[in-house]
């Protein structure tokens, strides 16, 4: 399994990125592809996923209304397109696949819908994403 991520890079507050999770090796149909973040000095934390089959996002409420994901089925990619990012956006970004789905608490920010959430196993190597203010 491999997830390879990009599009990270320095950019002025206010401004967009773009960063991509490329997939191999895995059969797609069976995960949820997510997004997570580790500012320095902090623990990760989650961003959003998709869940393949269905394409059911789910993007957390601190960046609710600036970042969406999405998926290109054709070339096994997953996108997290982020606007209007500030100075607390800058962290590594990472992204990952799961296929277990576990309970978690209804309407927690991992909940992907009816009190599930999924455990990533597999994860890619990061992308750097700095906001200046």
């Not at 996923?49 to 996002?57: C, E, F, N």
């Not at 999405?70 to 956006?89: C, G, H, I, T, W």
Request: charged share 20%; net charge neutral; hydrophobic share 35%.
């Amino acid at each position: 399994v491999q997830l390879q991520a990009s599009g990270g890079g320095l950019v002025q507050a206010g401004g967009s990125l773009r960063l991509s999770c490329a997939a191999s090796g895995l059969t797609l149909m069976y995960y949820a592809l997510g997004w997570f973040r580790q500012a320095p000095g902090k623990e990760r934390e989650f961003v959003g996923a998709i869940i393949w089959s269905g394409g059911r996002t789910k993007i957390v409420d601190s960046v609710k209304g600036r970042f969406t994901i999405s998926r290109d089925n054709a070339q096994n990619m997953v996108f997290l397109q982020m606007s209007n990012l500030k100075p607390e956006d800058t962290a590594v970004y990472y992204c990952a696949a799961g296929d277990r789905a576990v309970q978690t608490t209804y309407g927690s920010d991992d909940d992907m819908g009816n009190g599930f959430r999924y455990e990533y196993d597999h994860w890619g190597q990061g992308t750097q994403v700095t906001v200046s203010s």
